[in-house]
Each structure stands twice: as structure tokens, then as C-alpha cells.
């Protein structure tokens, strides 16, 4: 009799295990096909943001204050869930493929000394150096040479495509969160440093309608942040900013300089944010988009897809 009880419990413990992975196979395989789903979605939205994106390329200069960035698509339902996404510009940021510059080099100082880490300049000019070997070593920005000779000239152009190919390769997927291993680069400084931080390939610059106000205090160290955040707001609201001699010359009246040549009057590279719902799940895709053409053409080339942030 004891037996036989050990025996059905035995089988009904068996069965029960059964059961139970059973149900995790179902909901991993529910999981993996959501996810699919969602992807193809994500996709999906790469070419529905080509009519926007057209019209901006499109735009006149002293047009592009009427589009608001982020740029935010209207919410798709889809079956057993919804869409949202949105575009900014990864032009309103310090592009570290350029850091072999003074300007990006001094106003990197600036924000890490601002930090709430407070470092020391000597400090912060050590986290740079080892910010630039790092990317040297991973091929994202070059080391700084001697010009050639003219009998080293053929040489050196021979090899320039090549090495311009890696570092294109390299950089449409590297991500400032890769810096943490950086020394002195401790967490408090990542969150304060990072959102400043963008590694495009080739020299872009920055966008001067999008930058954010305390980015301007570091490029422009005599204003406040309440003088940055006017000017930001007249670039917005005033449709005769169309330059970055306009801007220039609205910094200048707050008794500040800066570079004109960090900057450029309209983006080329934005990011594509999509979030998909589907069974009360929430998957997030990150698409780097470059975007190039005329009032006749435009061409949307998509350099890169991710889960996590660029």
C-alpha cells in the first residue's frame, strides 16, 4: 500500500516538472516570437520616418525652426499591442571621433571638471589622454602623425581609404558606455560625461539648433546656464537664426565666444527610438540613421541597429 502511494506521488511530482517546463517552453517560444515580431516592426519604421525626414532634408534654412526634435510619430496599434517612436538628432553632442581637436578636448575638460566628481583639471586632462589611447587602440580616431614627406605622400594615400574604412566600420558601433573602462571614469562622472558623448564616423560637428543649453556652457564658458538656456530658446522661436554666424553672433551678445567651426547648420545623423508593445511586453530598438541629398533626392541610410542606446 505504501508502495503503491509512493508511486503516485512520484508520477505526480513527474508529471507536475512536465508540465511546468512545458509551460516555459510555450512561453519562451511566445517570447522569441514577440521579439521577432517586434524587429520587423522596428524595421518597419526605418521607412516610415523617410517622409519626415524627406521634408527636413527639403526644408530651407529658415524653415528648419519648424521642426521639433525629438520628431515624434503618431502611436500605431498593431495586433495585441501598439507602436511608438521617435528621431533626434546625434548631432547635438560632442562627436569623440574628433577629439584629436583643441575645441573638443578643452570643452571635455570643462564638463569633467564641472562633474560632480569634482576632479581636478590635471585629473581630468589624464582621463582625456586615456579616453583618446583607448579610442586610438580600438581604430576610432587616428594617432597624430608627421605630415609626409612628398616621397611618402603616394604611399600614405594608398593606404588612406583603407584605414579610413576600418575606423568607419569601428565607429558606427562603438558606444561612449565602452569609456567606463577608462581610468578614473567612476560611475558619477559616466552619468554626467556620457549623455554629452556621440562616436560618429568622419568629422560632423554639432548641430546648432539642437545642442542642449549646459553643453553650451562648456563650449562657451563665460555664459550661465540661464544665458544658454535664452539663447537656445531664441533659436527655437526666431525664424531669422538661420546660420551659425546667427547663433554666433546671439552668443557673442551675452559676452561669450565660441568656435564657429564646431558647428553646422543642420544634421546629418539621427537616432530612431522605437518602442513596441505586444502582449505587455516592451521591446526598445535603436536605429542610427544617416541621412544626405537635395531638394530633388534624398538618400536614408541605416548604419546600425542595437537594443541598447548609441
Known amino acids: ?5 509512493l508511486v503516485v506521488v512520484l508520477v505526480a511530482v513527474l508529471l507536475a516538472i512536465t508540465i511546468y517546463y512545458q509551460q516555459v517552453s510555450i512561453a519562451r517560444a511566445q517570447q522569441i516570437q514577440h521579439a521577432t515580431q517586434a524587429y520587423q516592426y522596428a524595421v518597419g519604421l526605418e521607412t516610415l520616418i523617410s517622409e519626415p525626414m524627406r521634408a527636413y532634408v527639403k526644408a530651407k ?13 503618431d502611436p500605431i496599434p498593431v495586433a495585441g499591442g501598439n507602436i511608438t517612436a521617435w528621431v533626434t538628432s546625434m548631432q547635438n553632442r560632442l562627436n569623440l571621433a574628433e577629439l584629436n581637436t583643441e575645441e573638443i578636448q578643452l570643452a571635455l575638460k570643462n564638463i569633467i571638471v564641472s562633474s560632480e566628481t569634482k576632479i581636478s583639471e590635471e585629473s581630468a586632462l589624464n582621463i582625456i ?23 611618402e605622400q ?22 561612449p558606455s565602452e569609456l567606463r573602462v577608462v581610468p578614473g571614469m567612476d560611475a558619477q562622472l559616466a552619468r554626467d ?4 558623448l556621440v562616436i560618429l564616423p568622419n568629422v560632423t560637428g554639432i548641430d546648432f539648433r539642437h545642442i542642449s543649453p549646459l553643453l553650451l556652457t562648456h ?5 550661465s546656464l540661464a544665458q544658454a538656456q535664452s539663447i537656445m530658446l531664441q533659436v527655437k522661436n526666431d525664424p531669422k537664426i538661420t546660420t551659425v554666424s546667427d547663433f554666433s553672433a546671439r552668443v557673442e551678445q551675452a559676452n561669450s565666444e565660441l568656435s564657429p567651426g564646431l558647428f553646422i547648420e543642420k544634421s546629418d545623423y539621427f537616432m530612431l527610438h522605437s518602442v513596441i508593445t505586444l502582449a505587455q511586453q516592451e521591446f526598445h530598438y535603436y536605429s542610427l540613421i544617416k541621412i544626405s541629398g537635395n531638394e530633388r533626392a534624398m538618400s ?11
Open 300 to 310: 536614408l541610410k541605416i548604419l546600425a541597429r542595437s537594443r541598447t542606446p548609441f
Open 219 to 223: 563650449l562657451a564658458p563665460d555664459l
Open 154 to 175: 603616394s604611399t600614405t594615400e594608398n593606404n588612406d581609404s583603407d584605414l579610413k574604412q576600418v575606423k568607419k566600420q569601428t565607429t558606427e558601433l562603438y558606444s
Open 193 to 196: 560625461l556620457f549623455p554629452m
Open 129 to 151: 589622454r586615456a579616453i583618446r589611447e583607448k579610442l586610438e587602440h580600438d581604430g576610432v580616431i587616428s594617432e597624430k602623425k608627421n605630415e609626409p614627406s612628398n616621397d
Open 1 to 5: 500500500m505504501v508502495t503503491a502511494m
Open 61 to 73: 534654412p529658415d524653415e528648419l525652426s519648424q521642426f521639433r526634435w525629438p520628431l515624434r510619430l
